[in-house]
């Protein structure tokens, strides 16, 4: 993403956008990555599931962080595109 002489603020904003959703999207894989593997090792040591507090919130941050971070990431080019459709329509008088 090329920041906007136009409109410096708000590619600021763009770019903030996009490193917040690629943290959301990370944090929500490495959650259910390792749920996942912790879920793995359940039949190797013969004992029962058991929802924990822990188990519980790994799933709700997945839930939550990898959908919220796309559409973070979506807006993040939005505004991009935004950029884009105003720097091909904009009309030099020379």
Same mark, same amino acid.
């Given at each position: 993403?090329?920041?906007?002489?136009?409109?410096?603020?708000?590619?600021?904003?763009? *770019?903030?956008?996009? %490193?917040?959703?690629?943290?959301?999207?990370?944090?929500?894989?490495? &959650?259910?990555? &390792?749920?996942?593997? =912790?879920? &793995? *090792?359940?039949? #190797?040591?013969? &004992?029962?599931?058991?929802?924990?507090?822990?188990?519980?919130? *790994?799933? !709700?941050? #997945?839930?939550?962080? !990898?959908?919220?971070?796309?559409?973070?990431?979506?807006?993040? =080019?939005?505004?991009?595109? $935004? $950029?884009? %459709? =105003?720097?091909?329509?904009?009309?030099?008088? *020379?």
């Amino acid at each position: 993403m090329v920041i906007n002489t136009r409109f410096p603020m708000l590619s600021a904003i763009a *770019k903030i956008l996009w %490193i917040i959703a690629i943290i959301m999207i990370i944090t929500g894989l490495f &959650s259910i990555i &390792s749920e996942l593997i =912790e879920f &793995s *090792k359940l039949g #190797s040591s013969g &004992s029962e599931w058991v929802w924990t507090y822990k188990d519980i919130t *790994k799933i !709700i941050v #997945s839930a939550i962080f !990898i959908p919220f971070g796309f559409t973070t990431m979506a807006v993040a =080019e939005t505004i991009g595109v $935004f $950029f884009a %459709i =105003e720097l091909n329509t904009r009309t030099d008088n *020379k």
